[in-house]
């Protein structure tokens, strides 16, 4: 049964992911047209080819910045429709536990916004290649990765493979943060019997508040200052900052799963 409802989930959804993944491609294929003109020098060749050259760009960044938010919202808002609305109703009869039909949509969510990531990542990729008249791909391949290699450990005191690690973790993090941050909110929001939405609303923030709360309050005791940022000595930054918001995180993620299981077992109200 499980893993009927792992393949209903992404088939429910995947409808409208794969549409946004489309509406990217199509933006994509038209900023890189726009900045291959630009590159070949658009503006030699008159105004309104350049005008057209400099919109279908900003076009291109208000589209990928607005297709990742179009996916983050609709996966919170089918969070919420499956969960907590009527349609609830039918999905906690399911004969699988609370725990796992929460599983299920938290994991579609983060592989869908996962998914969403690594092609926006591409699409930029893809477009700096258009940008560098095919040149982008052919630098990256001939770059100096043992003057790299050097650079970051003497900044950073670790290696880069230890960066790119600490990277993705980070990146992997915050998608999974942000998921589990709405799904909280919303599973507070809905043990109030009216204002729901205000009360998930508000939860959100209060989440948020702590997050930030315990980050300052985790820096202040590291004594880590601006001027050391400015002083470039990140030494101090990678061992203690980015790694204690590594280990919050981790942390307000584990607090925030078990908020959600015990709302979704115990709380639960649908009237």
Known sequence: MLGKLIKYEFKHTSKTMFTTFVVLAFATLMGSIALYQVDRGAGDKGTFLEIISAAMLVLYFIAIIGIYCVDFIYLCYHYHKTMYSS???????????????????ILTAFIWMLAS????????LI????????????????FAWDDFTRTVKDLFGISAGHLIFICILTTLLSILWYIMWVAASMAIGQLFQGSRIGFSILAGFCIYMINQIAST????????????LLNGNLKPFMNHVIGGSIGINAVLLVILYVICIYINKKRLNLE
């Open 87 to 105: 349609q609830g109703y039918l999905t906690h009869t399911l004969p699988v536990s609370p725990t796992a039909v929460f599983n299920v949509k």
């Open 117 to 124: 990531t690594a092609l926006s990542t591409l699409s930029v």
């Open 127 to 142: 477009l700096l290649q258009a940008g560098s008249g095919g040149e982008f791909f052919r630098a990256f391949a001939e």
């Open 217 to 228: 309050a985790y820096m202040a005791v590291f004594s880590y200052t601006l001027n050391d």
